[in-house]
């Protein structure tokens, strides 16, 4: 069985300066293991702006090997919970300095495997100077 992930990542740049991004990356985590990963595009986010990431991950069967017995469960119970860690390293323009710092999302999905639905999303976002 594999599982197919559309992330559909929303970055919200609340600041009065433009946060330009390197390569990122999203790693999916399920029972502290981690399952998949997938690179993130290069980009940049205009002073008080939002930008739309997609990312499609690909969880393949084969990452759960550790707890299987966990994994049986969750299946039988017909819902997963994953964490998902996206990190976007960039730096800032202020006036004339530019800064480096890394971004940090950390979210928990609840999935329901009958119809592959997202039924709960807590998410955290912080920034590294």
Known sequence: MNITLDLKLSV???NHYSFKHGTGYSQVYYQNDEVANVDIAPGNIGEKESSGIDATVIVAAQNFTSNTSGLISDVMAGMMSFDVET?????????FIKKHVVTISTCHLDVQLTNLTVTSQVCKSKAKL
């Not at 960039?90 to 006036?95: A, E, F, N, Y």
């Open 12 to 14: 919200h740049n609340p």
């Open 87 to 95: 990190r976007l390293p960039g730096r800032v323009k202020i006036l």
